[in-house]
């Protein structure tokens, strides 16, 4: 349901109790309406609006810890990527297709995280590898490093490619919470 019909149900719901405590207030007694009651009643409406409070603030901080958590993932991801192509860069000429590989799968992996599919489906198909990314690893394992930085940066590629891989599916280990 929008926020708007939830917003509208609530109107209702306050407006129309407002009109039937001005209605019954009518109709009760003298005693009822005592300034010891009214104290009671607004002591009373203090703790509901004080726990009201208290659960609403609860709220905001787990849903902003789960914001911060998705963020900071979305960062890493972003990191790792960047990472991962310079260390490319570096290694030589014979990257290039690597490097195209990795910008074209950037675009799948931002649409496979903000897409608007439901989380059921979005949920399956993210822990399994997909063809571009397996031909991508086996691209970066089949690399001849010519020299000692290339061994060293090719190593290093690889840990970079599975820091990513870990940082990717830990977004899908709550299939209830979103990033972004």
């Not at 109107?11 to 405590?21: D, M, R, S």
């Not at 972003?78 to 490097?99: H, K, S």
């Not at 993210?126 to 010519?146: D, K, N």
Request: hydrophobic share 45%; aromatic share 4%.
């Amino acid at each position: 349901m929008s926020s708007l019909g939830l917003s509208s149900i609530a109107f209702a719901c306050i407006f129309g109790a407002t009109l039937l405590g001005m209605y019954l207030r009518i109709l009760l007694p003298a005693q009822h309406l005592s300034t010891e009651s009214r104290d009671a009643i607004r002591l009373s409406m203090g703790v509901i609006g004080t726990m009201s409070a208290l659960v609403l603030g609860l709220l905001i901080a787990s849903a902003k810890s789960t914001y911060d958590a998705k963020n900071n993932q979305v960062k890493q991801l972003t990191v790792d990527i960047i990472v991962l192509d310079q260390l490319l860069a570096q290694y030589g000429p014979e990257t290039r297709v690597l490097r195209d590989l990795l910008r074209r799968g950037t675009a799948s992996l931002a649409d496979r995280i903000w897409s608007d599919r439901d989380v059921a489906t979005a949920t399956k198909t993210a822990f399994a590898m997909s063809s571009e990314a397996g031909a991508f690893l086996h691209m970066i394992e089949e690399l001849t490093p010519q020299t000692e930085i290339q061994r060293s940066l090719r190593a290093r590629a690889i840990t970079t490619l599975t820091d990513l891989a870990q940082t990717r599916l830990s977004l899908y280990a709550h299939p209830g919470e979103r990033a972004g």
